[in-house]
């Protein structure tokens, strides 16, 4: 089990940048694939990005393509979310997530521990 703590939410005006963290404690942070979800309000949660154990491999929802960018510091026990170009409709709580096995995945329910979420708010 790992324990995580999300940060760096905020409001911006849309076009501009927020970096998410999420930082774990507990063991072997590096055995966890490492996701990032996102609840808008009225919204059902939805899949924003994953990252591999080693930071390797990326996988991204459609609609924050070439926008948003996962990243991982396994020494630090650490996984970010650089948020580019934002757009109102990236409004939403956002959900750090790890699961413990190898594959990226952007089901939630594959991913069994959870953070207590971080507000974005973009303006127009």
């Known amino acids: 089990q790992v324990q995580l703590v999300e940060s760096g939410g905020g409001s911006v005006q849309a076009g501009g940048s927020l970096r998410l963290s999420c930082a774990a404690s507990g063991r072997s942070f590096n055995n966890y694939v490492m996701g990032w979800f996102r609840q808008a309000p009225g919204k059902e949660r939805e899949f924003v990005a994953a990252?591999?154990?080693?930071?390797?491999?990326?996988y991204y929802a459609d609609s924050v393509k070439g926008r948003f960018t996962i990243s991982r510091a396994n020494a630090k026990n650490t996984v970010y979310l650089q948020m580019n170009s934002l757009k109102p409709e990236d409004t939403a709580v956002y959900y750090c997530?790890?699961?413990?096995?190898?594959?990226?995945?952007?089901?939630?329910?594959?991913?069994?521990?959870w953070g207590q979420g971080t507000q974005v708010s973009v303006s127009s």
């Open positions: 997530a790890a699961k413990q096995d190898y594959a990226l995945a952007s089901v939630q329910s594959y991913y069994d521990n």
């Open positions: 990252i591999s154990r080693n930071g390797g491999n990326t």
